[in-house]
Structures are given as structure tokens and as C-alpha cells.
């Protein structure tokens, strides 16, 4: 499967038709994110089952300014509309389909109500 461009209008619907995104932030000015993006492609091949995505921080700055993208490139990860993983730095391939079956072996139950307990815990 090819990468999903990402922006303002797609952002939210993408993210919540699809139980498991992967976002690279990235600019086209950024050497490492050059350097990483035929990574992605490559690794995004191999995984169907799953949305990967780009979000150009030049374009789409009002996207990469909420997540508060201060480095790139940067990988998000969400699993049910939950971000379970928000780093900067390119992968080299191997580490990434580390990450990605790491991110797939999560038990989403438990995230949940580990969310759930910091929510509670957060004064309103």
C-alpha cells in the first residue's frame, strides 16, 4: 500500500476509519527525512493491514503545530485513535519494523484503561 498524504481536511477521518496509522512528520528540506522516507515506502509494502501516512510540516503547519512537531523527522503512531508512539529520529528499517511489531503486540485493553486511569487521575 502507497503512503496517505495528510492534512487538515483528511487528518481526522483517516485517523478514525483506521485502527492503526503510522505518520511520518517530515519537510522537504530535511536531509534525515530524505534519507528516510524511501525507508517508509519500502516498510509501508510490507504491512497492508496498515495506514501509513505523511504529513509535510512545511504545508501542514497548523497540523504538525498541534502535535507540537519541534524536530523531524517525527513517527507518530496511533492504535485506536490513540497515540501510543511519538518520537523524533529516522529508523533504519530493521528498527522500524521492530517498532511497528512492537506497536501490533500492544494490548489495546490494557492502553485503554491506562488512559483511563491518568484521565480520572487529571484534575478537570
Not at 505518520?23 to 516498510?43: M, T
Not at 510540516?57 to 523531524?72: D, P
Not at 529508523?91 to 491518568?118: H, N, R, S, T, Y
Request: glycine letters at 6%; hydrophobic letters at 40%; aromatic letters at 10%.
Amino acid at each position: 500500500m502507497s503512503t496517505v498524504d495528510l492534512n487538515g481536511d483528511n487528518f481526522e477521518q483517516i485517523i478514525n476509519d483506521n485502527p492503526f496509522v503510522i505518520i511520518d512528520f517530515w519537510a522537504p528540506w530535511c536531509g534525515p527525512c530524505k534519507q528516510f522516507g524511501p525507508v517508509y515506502e519500502s516498510v509501508a509494502e510490507d504491512y497492508p493491514d496498515i495506514v501509513f501516512a505523511k504529513v509535510n510540516t512545511e504545508v501542514e503547519q497548523e497540523l504538525a503545530g498541534h502535535f507540537n512537531i519541534r524536530s523531524i523527522p517525527t513517527l507518530m503512531i496511533f492504535r485506536e485513535q490513540i497515540i501510543i508512539y511519538a518520537q523524533p529520529g529516522a529508523l533504519m528499517g530493521g528498527q522500524f519494523e521492530q517498532l511497528i511489531e512492537q506497536a501490533k503486540d500492544l494490548d489495546m485493553a490494557d492502553v485503554k484503561k491506562q488512559v483511563a486511569e491518568q484521565d480520572s487521575e487529571t484534575p478537570a
